[in-house]
């Protein structure tokens, strides 16, 4: 991946907050569910209940498939992100600590946040590594993606 591309998918990761994920229910059907995630680089964290369907799905099956986009009056101004990727439970009481720290800090306009934050212990934190990026921009021309593999 050159330093161009790399460039790009972190500013779309940068300008975000939340994605959609979709991950493999048990009779194969793709569940598709939004969750707002935080990022080091092109990893990505995100957190859900312990009994979710997704971490469930993801206890079963670690292939994930995302993305992240936004909302816009214009077409041809479409950007985003999918990802191809591998998801994995974080397992590390620290590495857990330090990911819910960061999560706060993806939304400074509402501080103090209107909730409290959980323990590592009351949630399932997740690693996604992607395998495959996808980066849509239809102001290069109407459906235009580049496609890197990592």
């Not at 909302?71 to 992100?81: E, H, K, Q, V």
């Not at 690693?127 to 235009?144: M, N, T």
Request: glycine letters at 4%.
């Amino acid at each position: 991946m050159d330093d161009e591309i790399r460039r790009k998918i972190l500013s779309i990761l940068d300008q975000h907050r939340i994605m959609t994920v979709a991950t493999l229910r048990p009779d194969g059907w793709p569940q598709a569910t939004t969750v707002g995630y935080v990022n080091e680089g092109l990893v990505l964290y995100f957190l859900c209940g312990l009994d979710s369907q997704k971490a469930k799905n993801l206890a079963r099956d670690d292939r994930l498939s995302l993305t992240i986009d936004h909302d816009t009056a214009d077409l041809m101004s479409i950007t985003g992100l999918s990802m191809a990727a591998r998801a994995h439970a974080v397992d590390d009481r620290a590495q857990a600590v330090k990911i819910l720290d960061m999560l706060p800090r993806k939304y400074p306009e509402a501080r103090p946040l209107p909730m409290k934050m959980p323990s590592p212990e009351q949630v399932r934190l997740f690693r996604v590594s992607p395998v495959v990026i996808s980066i849509l921009d239809y102001s290069r021309g109407f459906g235009h993606t580049d496609l890197v593999t990592c």
